[in-house]
């Protein structure tokens, strides 16, 4: 009869699976706990970041009042207040879509999206800074491809694409869009005769607040959170994302996106 097994073919059994579940277990905590530390990381990073604009719009602002009989500085200084309280609401939107990114259900009621929408949407947001430096953006590729996800998501990822593809290009150049596709993923890349990213940089720049030089391209407003944001909605939708450069003569992001209902959402990787 079952009762009468041996018992030691009961503990051989039980052992192992036993010691998996405790395994598990601690890799669940541990797990845990970077997440947990990642998290604490992003608020006292958005803190720090957030005094930097706020403390300099005191600052003008107080000066402003000083210069009320000279109208010059005054205008200079509301022209600076301006600029920084642009950078302070780039900021705020952006560190608002990491965080819905980062939430339980980032990729909620995915559906096929146009490409072509997306891209035309993406150019058009560039639209006005491709202007003022003469810089053309010309799509190209393959039309009326489809990808399977977040509309909003996907969108903004390109735009940072291509808005980071227009900052960092000088006057009178020229930032490519094309899209293609195999029988499961679209690329779309975005190509720029731009300033460029030195080697040793290359992981660093999709980490949060990251950017190379600060001081060097100040003047370009960036947060540091675009490319973490490209990065985490290549990774919800179980794609990715990835930078060839040359410094002094360009770059390309190439980012790559399931065409159908993908299974392998990756918040894995985000880590
Ligand atoms: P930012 O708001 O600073 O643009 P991102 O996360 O979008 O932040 O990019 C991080 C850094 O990567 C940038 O500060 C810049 O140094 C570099 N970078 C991103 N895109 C490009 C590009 N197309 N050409 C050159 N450098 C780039």
Redesign the pocket.
């Given at each position: 009869s079952r009762s009468g097994m041996p018992s030691r073919h009961v503990t051989a059994r039980v052992a192992p699976l036993g010691s998996r579940l405790v395994l598990a277990l601690v890799e669940d905590r541990t797990r845990e706990r970077r997440v947990e530390a990642v998290r604490r990381d992003f608020v006292a990073n958005v803190s720090h970041e957030l005094k930097t604009p706020v403390g300099a719009i005191r600052l003008l602002a107080e000066a402003v009042g000083d210069a009320a009989d000279d109208p010059e500085a005054v205008k200079r200084f509301a022209g600076r207040m301006l600029t920084e309280s642009d950078r302070l609401s780039r900021l705020v939107q952006q560190v608002i879509e990491l965080s819905r990114l980062q939430g339980d259900d980032p990729l909620e009621a995915p559906m096929p999206v146009s490409l072509d929408d997306v891209i035309a949407v993406a150019v058009d947001t560039s639209a006005i800074d491709a202007d003022s430096k003469r810089i053309q953006v010309v799509t190209g590729g393959v039309h009326g491809l489809e990808v399977y996800g977040s509309q909003e998501q996907v969108t903004a990822a390109v735009a940072?694409?291509v808005?980071?593809?227009v900052?960092?290009?000088g006057n009178d150049s020229t930032v490519l869009v094309t899209a293609k596709a195999d029988e499961r993923t679209v690329e779309i890349s975005?190509v720029?005769q731009?300033?460029?990213?030195p080697e040793t940089?290359m992981d660093r720049?999709?980490e949060r607040f990251?950017?190379?030089?600060?001081a060097r391209?100040r003047s370009?407003?960036?947060?540091?959170?675009?490319?973490?944001?490209?990065k985490h909605v290549a990774a919800t939708h179980g794609g990715d994302v990835r930078v060839w450069?040359v410094e002094g003569q360009?770059?390309t992001?190439t980012l790559t996106l399931p065409r159908h209902l993908s299974s392998t959402f990756n918040q894995e990787a985000l880590l």
């Open positions: 940072n694409l808005a980071n593809a900052s960092y290009s975005v720029d731009g300033i460029g990213i940089e720049i999709f990251y950017r190379v030089d600060p391209h370009t407003g960036g947060t540091g959170l675009g490319l973490s944001i490209v450069s360009g770059s992001f």
